[in-house]
């Protein structure tokens, strides 16, 4: 079974600067998919970004950027200019070809003012 | 955009009785999934179902069942809720059955504390 691990269960972060999110995986397939979701306190979670395993491009959504080392299996978050919507739990999720989603404990994140 | 209903938000029951926690999604997506969220162990998925009829187990079925009648409705059962089942529960759909960067989408939660 596939595993992701998220090791910073807490993060903040002051407004306007740069953090990034770690999440490495453990996996035997070389095509899948990865993907990080946002939690905001009591509300629904959404998709934040996307990454294909074969595309060697780091996904970008805006301010929000992947760092994708296949061969390291690491797949970390940035988040640039951070705005206190931002403030939220992260996943960081997993898919393999038989379309299973594994997720990650999360990581806290709190953008200070 | 796409929308996943669950129909509480909060709920509260006691030992012993049988709890229905629904999810409605208005996308014809032909996947959906029920996890259960808590701090520190984050997602793990209690069943999952990719067509109507069908359910598949998932990492943490014990205890669960669940129902899947019409493509949009996915229904997961507490047989007989214990105290250890107290959690927030997601509900998620996922457009296709094949292999692409669908993501899955989630309701709001239902938050069920058992007595």
């Known amino acids: 079974a596939q595993t992701v691990t998220q090791s910073q269960p807490e993060m903040s972060v002051q407004e306007a600067e740069t953090v990034t999110l770690s999440c490495t995986y453990d996996t035997s397939e070389n095509n899948y998919y990865l993907f990080w979701y946002k939690q905001p306190p009591s509300r629904q979670m959404i998709l934040v970004i996307r990454q294909e395993a074969y595309k060697q491009q780091n996904a970008t959504e805006n301010r929000f950027s992947v760092n994708f080392q296949k061969a390291a299996k690491s797949f970390s978050l940035k988040i640039s200019d951070s705005q206190l919507g931002d403030t939220a739990m992260y996943f960081c999720?997993?898919?393999?070809?038989?379309?299973?989603?594994?997720f990650g404990t999360g990581t806290s994140l709190t953008v200070i003012p | 955009d796409v929308k996943v209903t669950q129909s509480s938000r909060y709920l509260v029951k006691r030992t012993g009785e049988k709890v229905f926690l629904e999810c409605v999604q208005d996308?014809?997506?032909?996947?959906m999934f029920w996890y259960r969220q808590d701090p520190g162990l984050g997602l793990r998925l209690i069943y999952f179902?990719?067509?109507?009829?069908?359910?598949e187990k998932g990492d943490i079925p014990e205890g669960y069942s669940v129902s899947r009648e019409k493509k949009e409705r996915f229904s997961l059962i507490l047989e007989s809720a214990s105290t250890n089942q107290t959690s927030m529960y997601l509900c998620a759909s996922r457009a296709g059955l094949g292999f692409s960067n669908q993501p899955q989408h989630f309701g709001d939660g239902t938050r069920l504390s058992i007595l």
């Open positions: 996308m014809d997506h032909e996947n």
């Open positions: 179902s990719y067509d109507v009829k069908m359910k």
């Open positions: 999720a997993f898919m393999n070809t038989g379309n299973q989603f594994y």
